[in-house]
């Protein structure tokens, strides 16, 4: 697996990407979704000192300035301890050389949605029954079947 160190604890993986497959699976649990963006996204992986991965990232370039994070993951060991948001400001602070906006899509989970809005995420808008149109069973988040996609979205200059 070739890594290329990007700073001292994250990684921005050019090559085997579906290694990290269990991880990015916490994330967005339809293989064949990861599939569709995967390849022609960045994976960054968070790692500690001792090589054990905190944290997994994909980002896309949507065009016009825009780029999209797809999928964030922290290993449930390193959950709430500040890992995905530390993933995610290094995120903003790289792609703002490049891009002048970043997009976060996820379900309606009251968790997820508290999480990027912390991060300085706006509200921008809904895909109407995206997750019962393009995933192949039911999708449960906090008790509530999901249904619509809600993006998010943050200015990086």
């Known amino acids: ?11 921005l993986v050019t090559a085997d990407k579906k290694h990290y497959l269990p991880l990015l699976l916490l994330a967005d649990e339809q293989e064949s979704m990861i599939d569709a963006y995967l390849e022609r996204g960045s994976l960054y992986v968070m790692s500690d000192k001792s090589g054990d991965v905190l ?4 980002v896309t370039i949507e065009g016009e300035g825009i780029c999209e994070l797809k999928n ?9 301890k500040g890992w995905g ?12 050389t490049s891009c002048h906006t970043m997009l976060v899509g996820t379900g309606e989970s009251r968790q997820t949605l508290n999480f990027y809005q912390s991060c300085g995420f706006v509200y921008s808008h809904r895909v109407p029954d995206f997750f ?12 509530k079947l999901l249904r619509d ?3 998010f979205r943050k200015n990086l200059s």
Request: glycine content about 2%.
């Open 55 to 58: 944290a997994v990232a994909v």
């Open 85 to 96: 948001r530390r993933l995610v400001e290094y995120l903003c602070r790289i792609y703002r």
């Open 132 to 143: 019962t149109q393009n995933y192949d069973h039911p999708i449960v988040e906090e008790g």
């Open 1 to 11: 697996m070739y890594l290329e160190t990007l700073s001292p604890d994250i990684n």
């Open 72 to 80: 964030l993951a922290v290993s449930p060991l390193y959950q709430r």
């Open 149 to 151: 996609m809600i993006y």
